[in-house]
């Protein structure tokens, strides 16, 4: 080995128990990152599913709105891009 790989580990190896910390620490923040969006997502399903149930089982009945979007403007734009770039 070389007189810089020699020196290399040595370095290493005395900041070896900062390494596996920090890389302790990074693998702790991921997993609680993880388990926050698991969490959101479970809890927003459970609402969405309890709403819907909820509004089901309703003595009234109510009206649901509906809206219409004119996207013809979106269509002749994109088909103009599409034609031109060819």
């Known amino acids: 080995m ?3 790989k020699v ?3 040595k370095e290493e190896k005395k900041n070896r128990a900062k ?3 920090k890389e302790k620490r990074q693998l702790l923040a991921m997993k609680l990152g993880a388990s926050a969006v698991a969490i ?3 809890a927003w399903f459970g609402v969405s599913v ?3 149930f909820q509004s089901q089982d309703a003595t ?3 009206e649901k709105v509906t809206y219409t979007i004119n996207t013809s403007a979106i269509d002749s734009f994109l ?3 599409y034609t031109t770039a060819d």
């Open 2 to 4: 070389s007189q810089a």
């Open 7 to 9: 020196d290399r580990y």
């Open 19 to 21: 390494i596996i910390k």
């Open 40 to 42: 959101v997502l479970v």
């Open 50 to 52: 309890y709403l819907g």
């Open 60 to 62: 009234t009945t109510t």
């Open 79 to 81: 088909t103009d891009l």
